[in-house]
């Protein structure tokens, strides 16, 4: 099993910045696939972001792309998400997800078995 520990939500301001933060432990060389799913209040989940193992594959959903950055330590088992010129739509429990090589893609949900307890992001404008 991988346990996921998110780090790094809070208050953000609109057009501020905020960099989260996703350890992982436990059997992590069964890790490909690390990114970053969230939900609004009211809303459905929605993938935000994921890259490979390798870092050759990285995903955006298109609400966030030019403003967030994902990256990936493979030697500290951690994911992160730089989250710059934050909207207020952004608001929401962003959830660290990890999951084994899969065909299907890195923006499909069900690839990943493990998810983290989420971060919460609030908008304070």
């Known amino acids: 099993q991988v346990q996921l520990i998110e780090s790094g939500g809070g208050l953000v301001q609109a057009g501020g910045s905020l960099r989260l933060s996703c350890a992982a432990s436990?059997?992590?060389?069964?890790?490909?696939?690390m990114g970053w799913f969230r939900r609004a209040p009211g809303k459905e989940r929605e993938f935000v972001a994921a890259?490979?193992?390798?870092?050759?594959?990285?995903n955006y959903a298109d609400s966030v792309k030019g403003r967030f950055t994902i990256s990936r330590d493979n030697a500290k088992n951690t994911v992160y998400l730089q989250m710059n010129n934050v909207i207020p739509e952004d608001a929401a429990v962003y959830y660290c997800?990890?999951?084994?090589?899969?065909?299907?893609?890195?923006?499909?949900?069900?690839?990943?078995?493990?998810w983290g307890q989420g971060t919460q992001v609030t908008d304070s404008s």
């Open positions: 436990g059997r992590t060389s069964t890790i490909y696939g």
């Open positions: 997800v990890a999951g084994p090589w899969n065909y299907r893609g890195l923006n499909v949900p069900d690839i990943y078995d493990s």
């Open positions: 890259i490979a193992r390798s870092k050759e594959f990285i």
